[in-house]
Nanobody, 123 residues
């Protein structure tokens, strides 16, 4: 059993920032997904080794940054200029095999999931 634990969620006003963290170890790709009530889970950002290539959903590009601390096996999601529509439960996910570029932000590409951390952005 793989345990992924997210941290760093919270409540912030629009325009504010939050940083999410997820401990990881030895996975090919790590990603952040989010799910708002009544909506499907959507991919937000992903980072894959060994190239450290990053991938972003169009809705967050330029505002969110995914990065990894290889020494401490942590993946971060830095979220800036937050908007009320960013409100959701955010999940960390890990893949042990490489998704295609086309599917790197698809939930089905990831076998391991954290329990989620809530992000709430008020207007």
């Amino acid at each position: 059993q793989v345990d992924l634990v997210e941290s760093g969620g919270g409540s912030v006003q629009a325009g504010g920032s939050l940083r999410l963290s997820c401990a990881r170890s030895g996975y090919t790709c790590m990603a952040w997904f989010r799910q708002a009530p009544g909506k499907e889970r959507e991919g937000v950002a992903a980072v894959c080794v060994p190239s450290s290539s990053t991938y972003y959903a169009y809705s967050v590009k330029g505002r969110f940054t995914i990065s990894q601390d290889n020494a401490n096996n942590i993946v971060y999601l830095e979220m800036n200029s937050l908007k009320p529509e960013d409100t959701a439960m955010y999940y960390c996910a890990a893949a042990s095999s490489s998704p295609t570029v086309r599917s790197v932000l698809y939930p089905s590409s990831y076998a391991y999931w954290g329990r989620g951390t809530q992000v709430t952005v008020s207007s």
